[in-house]
C-alpha cells in the first residue's frame, strides 16, 4: 500500500540515499547538500521544517523537505524518487501532498531552486502552478540555475 509519512530518524539514512543517488547521477555533491543530508534533523527539522517519504509495500521510494527559508516561506527541496520508481508518478505524488501540506500550515509561499537541464521536472513544477522568477547571484546552490516560486 502506498503512503506518505513524516520524517522519523529512522529514515534519516533513506533521505540521504536517495538524494546522493540522483545529485550523483546528474550532478555532483556539494557542501550544502552534505549538510541538509548528513545532518537533516539539525539542519532541516529543528529549525521547523519537514521531510515527507513516499512509501509502498514498506520500501521508500521516494522524499521531499520543506526547508524554512523566511517567514512563512518554505524551499521546496532534496525531492528525490528512486531510479527504478521514476515515472510513475512518486514524484508528483509528493508535490501535491508538500502543496496541500504548506496550505493547511497557512505558509505563504514555495520557493525551489533548480537546472534546466531537468525539463522533466521544470515541467511537471510549471504544471503545479510555480513561475520562474530572478535568481539570487548567491543561490544556496552551484548547480542551481533556475528558481521558481508558487504564492499559496
Known amino acids: 500500500m502506498a503512503r506518505i509519512i513524516p520524517f522519523e530518524s529512522s529514515l534519516a539514512k533513506d533521505f540521504k540515499e536517495l538524494n546522493l543517488e ?22 532541516i527539522i529543528k529549525p ?17 523537505a520543506l526547508i524554512p527559508f523566511g517567514n512563512k516561506t518554505f524551499e521546496l527541496g532534496k525531492m528525490a524518487v528512486r531510479k527504478s520508481a521514476r515515472g510513475k508518478g512518486i514524484g508528483q505524488a509528493l508535490l ?12 505563504e509561499k514555495i520557493v525551489l531552486y ?6 522533466n521536472s521544470i515541467h511537471i513544477y510549471k504544471k503545479y502552478g ?23
Not at 550523483?24 to 539542519?43: A, Q
Not at 533548480?114 to 525539463?119: V, W, Y
Request: net charge negative; glycine share 6%.
Open 48 to 64: 521547523g521544517g519537514h521531510i515527507f517519504f513516499y512509501q509502498n509495500n514498506g520500501q521508500t521510494l521516494g522524499t521531499a
Open 114 to 119: 533548480s537546472n534546466t537541464s531537468l525539463e
Open 22 to 43: 540522483w545529485l550523483e547521477e546528474y550532478f555532483f555533491v556539494e557542501e550544502h547538500d552534505r549538510s541538509l543530508l548528513e545532518e537533516c534533523e539539525t539542519t
Open 96 to 107: 501535491s501532498f508538500c502543496l496541500s501540506f504548506s496550505r493547511l500550515h497557512k505558509y
Open 130 to 152: 510555480f513561475k520562474e522568477v530572478p535568481i539570487e547571484i548567491d543561490n544556496p546552490y552551484q548547480r542551481g540555475n533556475i528558481k521558481m516560486e508558487k504564492k499559496l
